[in-house]
């Protein structure tokens, strides 16, 4: 479960060879969202408001990226790091 990005507590990772849609999971204190790359929607669990509109604002900055660390962690190896919000 590689580890991409870190900003203002929240941690966003990529599991390898993860079902479809293409997502990555967000976690920000005790809570976790997976997020699709495509919607930007959460899918499954809960981030509070404030920490969810930074993973969407992050998330519209490195949109072709999330889809490069999808392709990436479809199969074990490394994953690429992706820069965090300024």
């Given at each position: 479960?590689?580890?991409?990005c ?6 966003i990772?990529?599991?390898f060879?993860?079902h479809p849609?293409?997502h990555?999971?967000?976690?920000y204190?005790e ?7 495509d919607s930007?929607?959460?899918i ?5 408001i ?11 900055i490195?949109?072709?990226d999330?889809?490069?660390a999808?392709?990436?962690?479809s ?12």
């Amino acid at each position: 479960m590689p580890k991409v990005c870190e900003f203002y507590g929240i941690r966003i990772y990529f599991y390898f060879e993860d079902h479809p849609p293409p997502h990555f999971h967000a976690f920000y204190g005790e809570h976790e969202a997976r997020v699709a790359i495509d919607s930007l929607e959460i899918i499954a669990g809960f981030l509070p408001i404030r920490a969810y509109a930074l993973v969407v604002e992050w998330a519209l900055i490195h949109r072709a990226d999330l889809r490069r660390a999808w392709d990436q962690a479809s199969k074990p190896g490394a994953v690429d790091p992706i820069d965090p919000l300024p």
